[in-house]
């Protein structure tokens, strides 16, 4: 099995950055396409980004394009979400997410197979 542990989280005033990691134990990640979902109280899970294993393809939901970068160092075992222009309704829990390598983006939460416990960005006004 792969575990994913979230770090980088935190407070952050509006218009500020944040970089989150995601490390990798028990397995590489080695074959497997990553991807940030984020869910703030009372609200369901929503997509973020993804970047696929097998092609130099990444993806992002509409709300977070030209602000958020989603990047993987392989040898690291560890990929990041680099967030900025942070704006208050990005507070959520980010959580990261691996699934089995496709040649297509998954979007979807429940085609990920294993999970962070995920890291609180709070983003004041």
């Known amino acids: 099995q792969v575990q994913l542990v979230e770090s980088g989280g935190g407070l952050v005033q509006a218009g500020g950055s944040l970089r989150l990691s995601c490390a990798a134990s028990?397995?590489?990640?080695?074959?497997?396409?990553m991807a940030w979902f984020r869910q703030a109280p009372g609200q369901e899970r929503e997509f973020v980004a993804a970047?696929?294993?097998?092609?130099?393809?990444?993806d992002y939901a509409d709300s977070v394009k030209g602000r958020f970068t989603i990047s993987r160092d392989n040898d690291k075992n560890t990929v990041y979400l680099q967030m900025n222009s942070l704006k208050p309704e990005d507070t959520a829990v980010y959580y990261c997410?691996?699934?089995?390598?496709?040649?297509?983006?998954?979007?979807?939460?429940?085609?990920?197979?294993?999970w962070g416990q995920g890291t609180q960005v709070t983003v004041s006004s």
């Open positions: 970047i696929l294993w097998s092609v130099l393809r990444t």
């Open positions: 997410a691996a699934k089995s390598a496709a040649y297509h983006i998954s979007t979807y939460y429940s085609a990920y197979d294993y």
């Open positions: 028990g397995r590489t990640f080695s074959g497997y396409d």
